[in-house]
């Protein structure tokens, strides 16, 4: 029900965007978010966005570099992560919300997509 795109092998310093496509149902009026994890590690939230797209909420590791987007007629989100850092290396998954408002719990989020890999070498 969830697919995600764009990750790669870059350079730091180096930009990707990462995409998210849903089905319409499991989208509609939902929040939806990206996590990530890297080896070893627990999965940790990177961004989220409400329903409307109005509202959004990052990780401070992130803030500022990263941004996330979202077209509801497409039922894609986006995350266009910027100044990427060897510290952003991880398997990047896109998620929906059990409700429209942002979160950072992943005990919020009950759809889950498969993981795409960002890798950023220094």
Not at 85 to 112: I, L, N
Request: overall charge positive; hydrophobic content about 30%; charged content about 20%.
């Amino acid at each position: 029900q969830l697919q995600a795109s764009g990750g790669g092998l870059v350079q730091a310093g180096d930009s990707l965007r990462l995409s998210c496509t849903a089905s319409r149902r499991t989208t509609s009026n939902n929040a939806m978010g990206w996590f990530r994890q890297a080896p070893g590690k627990e999965r940790e939230f990177v961004a989220s966005i409400g329903w409307r797209g109005w509202h959004r909420a990052y990780a401070d590791s992130v803030n500022g570099r990263f941004t996330i987007s979202r077209d509801n007629a497409k039922s894609t989100v986006w995350l266009q992560m910027n100044s990427l850092k060897p510290e952003d290396t991880a398997v990047y998954y896109c998620a929906v919300a059990r409700g429209s408002s942002t979160s950072s719990s992943p005990q919020e989020y009950h759809y889950w997509g498969r993981g795409t890999q960002v890798t950023v070498s220094s």
